[in-house]
């Protein structure tokens, strides 16, 4: 006797389960609505149960009209294409600010567990370093080359840095500002700025920092050529004076995405010892001589990405 009635009447339910759906909810508000009266007046009936079967009916009626929107393709590919876009291309449905923003609800869940008392200012830690202003631009192609010089006196060190990029603004930026702050003991002018090989207004560019008599303030604006070409050139460089018995290192920290990056640097009168910093710096990255008498260490080839927060150190001796 089941198995007849799940041959006869279960399983056809199952496989048309919209149309029943549809058929059932029609005939409930049909005979809802003519039969109210006729079902109120019914013993045992409670009053008001005419208008229950009614609503019963286009509930139903309204889960067969569902029934009917997930089952088409239209829906079935809308549906299949926005889950896809939510999770492996949110940049295509979401505004970068958002996007931000759920990466680091996402970063707290991951170190909930690890950092169970501070994940939250861990999270935000990372928020800033890797996307906070890093997002408007990164570099490419990155050269810095430091000419070191002791002077007679045994403690005055000349620097001559040059630095030398490609600067990549981001798909989502018309325009990209470039801000570095410059902490010296002693003189620092800059001599040169090309973007493009365009020679640039100096005064506009660098300045004193109103705040620390021993930072110098490096701002630029630049914009590309054209929406298709967002690469610019840049060129620069500077000059400073340093105290060696105070000061006796300079410092590179990176403060954004570098793609392929080249240090070198000579000195005349003084040692000179080289180390990578921050992440990933626990091996010593080997100097190679070029014909210029530079030593040269390449921190990440032309395919490698150099993440903000790492970057080198000079150590320098007087050896007179």
């Excluded at 370093?129 to 810095?144: A, K, M, T, W």
């Excluded at 018309?174 to 902490?183: G, L």
Aim: aromatic share 10%.
């Amino acid at each position: 006797m089941w198995e007849l009635a799940q041959k006869t009447i279960i399983n056809p339910t199952k496989q048309h389960i919209t149309f029943v759906l549809l058929l059932v909810g029609a005939l409930l508000i049909l005979f809802g609505t003519t039969h109210a009266g006729f079902i109120d007046g019914l013993p045992l009936i409670p009053k008001g149960t005419g208008e229950i079967v009614q609503k019963v009916g286009s509930a139903i009626l309204g889960a067969g009209v569902f029934a009917v929107i997930m089952k088409s393709a239209q829906f079935t590919e809308y549906f299949q294409k926005s889950i896809h876009e939510v999770f492996y291309s949110p940049d295509s449905t979401s505004s970068l600010e958002v996007i931000k923003h759920k990466w680091e609800i996402l970063t707290r869940s991951l170190l909930k567990n690890t950092l169970p008392e501070s994940y939250q200012d861990a999270s935000s830690v990372i928020m800033k370093r890797f996307f906070n202003d890093e997002l408007q631009f990164h570099f490419e192609d990155f050269s810095v080359s430091y000419d070191f010089t002791l002077k007679d006196d045994g403690k005055t060190l000349q620097v001559v840095n040059k630095t030398t990029a490609n600067i990549v603004i981001s798909p989502k930026y018309s325009e990209a500002k470039i801000v570095q702050r410059i902490k010296n003991d002693g003189k620092i002018h800059i001599k040169s700025l090309l973007i493009d090989d365009i020679p640039m207004n100096l005064e506009k560019c660098f300045s004193q920092d109103p705040e620390n008599a021993l930072t110098k303030n490096f701002e630029l604006v630049v914009c590309p050529k054209s929406a298709t070409d967002k690469t610019i050139k840049m060129e620069r460089v500077y000059e400073y004076e340093q105290d060696l018995t105070k000061e006796p290192y300079a410092i590179g920290s990176l403060e954004r995405y570098i793609k392929g990056m080249v240090v070198k640097a000579k000195a005349s009168g003084c040692g000179l010892y080289f180390r990578p910093t921050g992440a990933g710096a626990i091996y010593d990255v080997p100097g190679r001589e070029d014909g210029e008498g530079y030593t040269r260490w390449v921190l990440a080839d032309r395919n490698t990405l150099l993440l903000p927060g790492q970057g080198y150190i000079f150590v320098l001796t007087n050896d007179r």
